[in-house]
């Protein structure tokens, strides 16, 4: 199935820190347009033994792309009831780093005597004063790719559900696109009958002086000429047949499956060539506003596909 280049999708896990404390782990997945993949990853240092795990995950998987991980954690909210039943589940003192701040505070108060003594709260946040149990790397590890797996997985249906979405606004387009042609292809062969009418009358008039027997097959030469050169000039056969076989070869794509992105990139090219190469050849007001409509679609076409993978 066609996929987007956007998407969002998380998982969360849980990973044990030790008598009985839990912490849980969410892992968030984000990608955003670009032309080619560019994984990006934002993890706690206690999930970075899981980012090659991750990167490898997501190449197999995606092809274009701006693909970022991020993870964060916090401790469950019931380790209150863990650490009732266990004193030191939520961390335990480090009695010499506590004596070692008790010294400096003293020294600190005997040069500085207005100088509040730390509060409770900022002894706790003093570094190494708390020993917190920080679980095993493996069950880190471990939950960080289980996670990601799972928020990857939820990128990729929501990519594929935007690009069932875009694949259905692209075929309108191109359907439109028929539309146009298949009103002013038809139309193209009376514009060369009505220019060869308006050439016998102007050369008519012009050679009436003549005599009639010279004049006549002057004038039937001339006009044959003249047409002949004006019908090469407007021919546009090839560029409308060579714009179907693009309109086609995007809907082939589109019904397809897997990366099309760089394959349409060059089709709207294509069709933007044809289109350029119609509004120079106009032979009339409506060609000329047939022309710009296409270059229009085809802009609106461009700008979609630079959504898709």
């Not at 730390?118 to 996670?147: K, Y």
């Not at 022309?291 to 609106?300: G, P, S, W, Y």
Request: include cysteine; aromatic fraction near 4%.
């Amino acid at each position: 199935m066609i996929s987007s280049m956007t998407g969002y999708g998380s998982a969360s896990r849980q990973v044990s820190l030790g008598g009985g404390v839990v912490a849980d782990l969410q892992v968030e997945c984000r990608a955003v347009n670009s032309r080619f993949l560019d994984l990006g990853f934002r993890l706690p240092d206690e999930c970075r033994g899981a980012e090659p795990a991750l990167r490898e995950m997501a190449s197999q998987s995606l092809s274009r792309g701006k693909v970022e991980f991020r993870a964060a954690w916090r401790v469950n909210a019931n380790a209150a009831g863990a650490a009732k039943a266990n004193p030191h589940a939520l961390g335990a003192l480090n009695a010499d780093r506590l004596d070692a701040l008790y010294t400096l505070q003293e020294k600190a108060q005997a040069a500085f005597p207005k100088a509040d003594p730390l509060r409770i709260a900022d002894i706790l946040r003093w570094p190494g004063i708390v020993s917190e149990p920080r679980g095993e790397e493996e069950g880190w590890i471990t939950a960080t790719v289980e996670a990601g797996r799972a928020a990857l997985a939820a990128l990729m249906d929501s990519r594929q559900a935007e690009g069932k979405a875009l694949v259905g606004v692209l075929t309108a387009i191109t359907s439109k696109m028929r539309d146009i042609v298949g009103v002013i292809e038809p139309k193209v062969p009376g514009y060369v009958s009505q220019y060869q009418e308006k050439l016998t009358e102007r050369l008519s008039e012009a050679l009436a002086s003549q005599e009639q027997s010279r004049g006549g097959a002057e004038l039937m030469e001339r006009i044959r000429q003249e047409v002949v050169l004006y019908a090469v000039r407007i021919d546009i056969a090839e560029e409308f047949a060579r714009l179907k076989t693009h309109l086609q070869a995007v809907d082939k794509a589109l019904a397809g499956n897997g990366p099309v992105g760089k394959r349409l990139d060059f089709l709207m090219q294509e069709l933007g060539r044809e289109a350029n190469t119609l509004g120079s050849k106009s032979v009339s007001e409506e060609c000329t506003q047939a022309a710009l409509e296409l270059k229009l679609l085809i802009e609106q076409l461009r700008e979609q596909v630079q959504n898709l993978e």
